[in-house]
């Protein structure tokens, strides 16, 4: 897990079918938003990472509306 942005990000990728789907819950306040993407690592480390990345950049976009 990390914190960005006052947000706390736990990469949870979902296994499927030999692949790994970019997945992440974002927190903030007693607030979580869980993020699920189309996107499939063959890693489970990759698509933990990736899973990070993509939080940061829903959050650097949406900010709080994350969890409206």
């Known amino acids: 897990s990390e914190d960005h942005k006052g947000f706390r990000i736990t ?3 979902i296994a ?3 692949q790994h789907r970019v997945a992440a819950r974002i927190e903030k306040d007693g607030r979580t938003h869980d993020m699920v993407r ?3 690592c063959a890693s489970p480390d ?3 990472a ?3 990345a ?3 950049q829903m959050i650097d ?3 709080e509306r994350l969890f409206d």
């Open 16 to 18: 499927e079918g030999g």
């Open 11 to 13: 990469p949870r990728p």
């Open 46 to 48: 990759d698509a933990r």
């Open 50 to 52: 990736l899973s990070l």
């Open 38 to 40: 189309a996107d499939t």
């Open 61 to 63: 976009e949406q900010g």
């Open 54 to 56: 993509k939080a940061r």
